[in-house]
């Protein structure tokens, strides 16, 4: 497993909605990520969502990274990492590909 600590960035421009599902964020908390390939200012573009609302980006100099394990189908689970009532909160992104999960024990 490989994790990215990132930040979430553009908050600041959705609307009203989104920016107070980020207020009421909280370390810990689960948040999806969806990869938006048709994004017209970055090819690598990961949203992150929150109880239903788009609330912002994964920061772009970690999506490049991310959005390629993104798309070769590996298992991506992200976590508020820091809130503290931030605006721009800290994003925990763990990766798994599918050899992680059942790695044989070596028998020598």
């Given amino acids: 497993m490989v994790t990215y600590i990132s930040v979430l960035r553009g908050s600041k421009f959705r609307p ?3 920016q107070a599902v980020v207020a009421r964020l909280e370390t810990d908390e689960a ?3 969806e990869r938006e390939p048709d994004n ?3 090819e690598n573009a990961i949203k992150v969502i929150a109880h239903g ?3 912002g980006y994964v920061a772009k100099e970690d999506a490049v990274e991310i959005a ?3 798309d070769n189908h590996t298992t991506v689970n992200c976590l508020i990492s820091d809130a503290a009532g931030s ?3 800290f994003l925990e992104i763990n990766t798994r590909a599918e050899d992680d999960a059942a790695v044989e024990p070596s028998t020598a």
């Fill in 16 to 18: 009203m909605e989104a």
């Fill in 68 to 70: 390629s394990i993104m």
């Fill in 40 to 42: 017209p200012y970055d």
């Fill in 53 to 55: 609302e788009h609330i």
């Fill in 87 to 89: 605006k721009s909160p």
């Fill in 31 to 33: 948040v999806e990520l």
